[in-house]
């Protein structure tokens, strides 16, 4: 059940973090009302999540999944820029993500 209160927290930041956004720099009412309100979903998921996973793991799947999937939000909604450093930042924080799991951290 932890995991999927961690995946709901991270589909509720990614939400939020791409209202924010929208906003324009809380200038737009509902986007900035959806960006106050997802984060505050996102974080109570997250505090359910944390009452039986680790914070090391937790976290560093809840932020990682975030940068991945924001990412990729920026390039095919927003349309900013790629380049191969950014493709090989993003890698490596999936790499860290994983070790973090196969560490041998029960959870």
């Not at 939020?16 to 200038?27: E, N, P, Q, R, Y």
């Not at 505090?47 to 975030?66: C, E, H, P, Q, R």
């Amino acid at each position: 059940m932890s995991w999927i209160y961690l995946f709901l927290a991270i589909g509720f930041e990614i939400t939020a973090t791409t209202l924010m956004k929208m906003s324009m720099g809380f200038t737009r009412l509902l986007p900035t009302i959806g960006t106050f309100l997802g984060y505050i979903i996102s974080f109570t998921f997250l505090s359910i999540t944390l009452k039986k996973m680790d914070i090391s793991v937790a976290y560093a799947v809840w932020s990682a999944a975030g940068i991945i999937v924001i990412s990729a939000i920026g390039v095919f909604v927003f349309k900013e820029n790629v380049n191969a450093l950014k493709i090989i930042s993003i890698l490596f924080i999936v790499i860290g993500v994983i070790g973090l799991n196969l560490s041998g951290i029960s959870h």
